[in-house]
């Protein structure tokens, strides 16, 4: 099972869960959730100063927030069938 399937079935069954188990959930990964800095490895790091240095540099194609969102919804529909 991919990484995406599992996000979406944990994400499906904490809107049903009772609250016991979602307490129990949320306990286990209290630390995590509660970190303040998120720590990225070095790898996203190099990836993310790429991406942006392309943006600045204008050779990179950008597209809007709306495009994107439009893109993922059709993605999310097209994996649902």
Do not use: P
């Amino acid at each position: 099972m991919t990484t995406v399937a599992i996000r979406k079935k944990l994400v499906d069954y904490l809107q049903v869960a009772d609250d016991k188990k979602v307490k129990a959930m949320y306990a286990l990964l209290e630390d995590e959730i509660e970190q303040e800095e998120l720590e990225y490895s070095d790898d996203l790091k190099i990836e993310l100063d790429k991406r942006y240095a392309g943006y600045k540099s204008g050779n990179v194609k950008m597209i809007t927030a709306a495009e994107s969102k439009k893109r993922v919804q059709k993605i999310l529909k097209a994996s649902r069938k």
